[in-house]
Nanobody, 122 residues
Framework: QVQLVESGGGLVQPGGSLRLSCAAS????????MGWYRQAPGKQRDLVAT???????NYADSVKGRFTISRDNARNTVYLQMNSLIPEDTAVYYC????????????????WGQGTLVTVSS
């Protein structure tokens, strides 16, 4: 079994910063693409940013220049540094791994964390 656990959410004022972390645990040999998605109340879940095992990144236009995704492969952890936060960034942020390989070669597809709430408000 593989799990993703997010942390770092909370309440922040507009213009402030937060850093989210997501740690993968379980029987893990490798993880392909890791990413962050977010879901605001009443809206669909949208891509925020992704990062490959080699460090190639992709961002939603709405967060380019403000958010930075990074990854520590040795720790099976992905981070999201969020700067210049605006109220529109308020959402539950979810960590995702598109697939995870175990030491025995088994693949888990579409692994999601439980989400962490980010609220941007004065």
């Amino acid at each position: 079994q593989v799990q993703l656990v997010e942390s770092g959410g909370g309440l922040v004022q507009p213009g402030g910063s937060l850093r989210l972390s997501c740690a993968a645990s379980g029987s893990i040999f490798s993880i392909n693409v890791m990413g962050w998605y977010r879901q605001a109340p009443g809206k669909q879940r949208d891509l925020v940013a992704t990062i490959t095992g080699g460090g190639r990144t992709n961002y939603a236009d709405s967060v380019k220049g403000r958010f930075t995704i990074s990854r520590d492969n040795a720790r099976n952890t992905v981070y999201l540094q969020m700067n210049s936060l605006i109220p529109e960034d308020t959402a539950v942020y979810y960590c995702n791994a598109d697939w995870v390989v175990t030491p025995r070669g088994y693949k888990y597809f579409g692994v999601w964390g439980q989400g962490t709430l980010v609220t941007v408000s004065s």
